[in-house]
């Protein structure tokens, strides 16, 4: 399959004129596959209510089939069309943080949506993105675009386009082109369908905003334990792993210094994931900066493109310090421990 490349300013107006918005468009509703930026990671859409491009989203992706899709609308009333109720918190919730990275668990009405995209469960996952291109795509296209991060199942998520041509080119229609995404880490999954809602995948909104608006929320407990089974069955696969395996360590920069000397000592070649404050630091054979951690926004905006540029290197191991567990380092630790598939080193 020809993969074309859709470049497009975000910036100009009229996006919903824009020949490549409308040639990513028709794409999407002859039920074909296409990339797209949004605020958070590049996604890959299809039309949710088609059997057909949301299989191909599964095949292109490698994705297993009982990890439901995100559906991405740009108006709320769209809503209507294929979830039961919206809880009075989903609309608080609503009326806050959309368009933007939080996605909401609802009931889902039967038979609109293609059972393929919510992987046949009674629930579905919707969030509106905040992005213009992402926004004048769904709307350009008419319809509710399910869509998962667009990289190879298991891969870091993909950040820039280059990150999706890596990962897609030859197996999806089109890539728009929108430049770098800007928080870096996935829109908060959050369960509205209970009582007290319930975190399932910590994202850009962190869990302290989203208390601020309603008060308190759960966290699914599989994301501290991980023995127990998830709620959001994406979370129980291993994901954002770079090639070399990754260690995270619990200790002093000194204690990290040591186990880079040791395994070069051996004959390995090491990497070490840090942050502009403790770069210099390090005498390793790969020294990558990720972001300020006195910031870690930044931390978050450079993650996944860190996690990747390890494979563009010919290291053995990769070495990583640790982020504070609360606000955006929530998600950062979530994603960083999957990656490493939670090897820990702790300094005794
Ligand atoms: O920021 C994002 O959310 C990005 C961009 C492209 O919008 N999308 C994204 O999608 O991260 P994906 O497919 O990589 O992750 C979707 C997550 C998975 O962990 C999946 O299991 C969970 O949402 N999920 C989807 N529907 C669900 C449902 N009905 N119940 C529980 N978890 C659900
Ligand atoms: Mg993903």
Redesign the pocket.
């Known amino acids: 399959m020809k993969t074309e490349l859709l470049i497009v300013d975000k910036n100009v107006d009229n996006l919903d004129i824009y020949p490549q918005i409308t040639q990513a468009a028709t794409f999407l509703k002859e039920n074909e596959v296409v990339a797209f930026p949004?605020?958070?990671?590049?996604?890959?859409g299809g039309n949710a209510k088609s059997d057909e491009a949301v299989l191909k989203i599964f095949e292109a992706k490698g994705?297993p089939s009982d990890?439901?899709?995100?559906i991405?609308i740009s108006k709320k009333e769209q809503l209507n069309e294929f979830v039961k109720e919206i809880p009075a918190t989903a609309s608080i919730l609503m009326e806050k943080f959309w368009p933007g990275?939080l996605?909401i668990?609802f009931q889902?009405k039967d038979g609109v949506l293609s059972d393929v995209a919510?992987?046949g469960?009674e629930?579905?996952?919707v969030?509106m993105?905040e992005h213009p291109l992402?926004l004048a795509l769904i709307d350009a296209a008419g319809l509710p675009i399910a869509?998962?991060?667009?990289?190879r199942s298991g891969r870091p998520?993909p950040t820039t386009a280059m990150h999706v041509w890596e990962d897609l080119n030859g197996r999806v229609s089109a890539v728009v082109d929108g430049g770098p995404t800007g928080?870096g880490?996935?829109?908060t999954?959050l369960?509205c369908t209970a009582e007290i809602p319930q975190i399932?995948?910590p994202?850009?909104v962190t869990k302290e905003q989203i208390e601020a608006v309603i008060g308190e929320v759960k966290v699914d407990p599989a994301l501290t334990n991980v023995q127990a089974a998830p709620?959001?069955?994406?979370?129980k696969y291993t994901h954002y792993a770079p090639d070399a395996p990754l260690f995270l360590v619990k200790g002093s920069r000194d204690f990290i210094q040591q186990l880079i000397a040791e395994k070069r000592h051996e004959g390995l070649k090491v990497g070490v994931l840090t942050t502009e404050e403790n770069s210099d630091y390090y005498e390793a054979d790969v020294v990558q900066v990720c972001g300020q951690r006195a910031q870690l926004e930044t931390v978050a905006t450079a993650l996944y493109d860190s996690l990747r540029s390890f494979n563009k290197t010919d290291v053995d191991i990769i070495y990583g310090e640790m982020f504070r567990n609360d606000g955006v380092g929530h998600a950062i630790m979530n994603r960083l421990l999957k990656a490493a598939g939670h090897k820990i080193v702790e300094e005794l």
């Open positions: 949004t605020e958070t990671v590049y996604g890959l994705r990890n439901p899709l995100i991405h990275p996605t668990i889902k919510t992987a469960l629930t579905v996952a969030r993105p992402a869509a998962p991060s667009a990289n998520s928080i880490v996935e829109s999954v369960d399932l995948r994202g850009g709620k959001s069955p994406g979370m």
